[in-house]
């Protein structure tokens, strides 16, 4: 009967607390009001940095356009076929 299995876990009751409770973690990070601000404060946008045009290459010939190649139905590969083996003739 189920009555005569012995229990193979212990009570909930009895099993030690395997981590910290949270309460007594001390916290990594400082508050948010005592990390001071890592860049200054954004004020006024920066001035738009003009780009000058690259001078352009004298006697460049035009990039080539890829046109693929027609479609050729190429024949199959040839089968490879052993050569037959040597016949051993009998001796006369």
């Known amino acids: 009967p189920v009555e005569d299995i012995p229990p193979t876990l212990p009570p909930v009751e009895d099993i030690p607390p395997?981590?910290?409770?949270?309460?007594?973690?001390?916290?990594t990070l400082p508050p948010v009001e005592d990390i001071p601000?890592?860049?200054a404060p954004v004020s006024s946008p920066p001035p738009p940095v003009i780009y000058e045009s690259p001078p352009t290459l004298v006697n460049s010939p035009p990039?080539?356009?890829?046109?693929?190649?027609?479609h050729v139905h190429s024949?199959?590969?040839?089968v490879y076929s052993p050569p037959p083996p040597p016949v051993h003739s009998p001796p006369p």
Do not use: K
Not at 75 to 78: D, F, G, R, S, T
């Open 37 to 39: 601000p890592t860049r």
């Open 18 to 27: 395997t981590r910290a409770p949270v309460e007594d973690i001390p916290p």
């Open 63 to 70: 990039p080539p356009v890829y046109s693929p190649p027609p």
């Open 75 to 78: 024949p199959p590969p040839p």
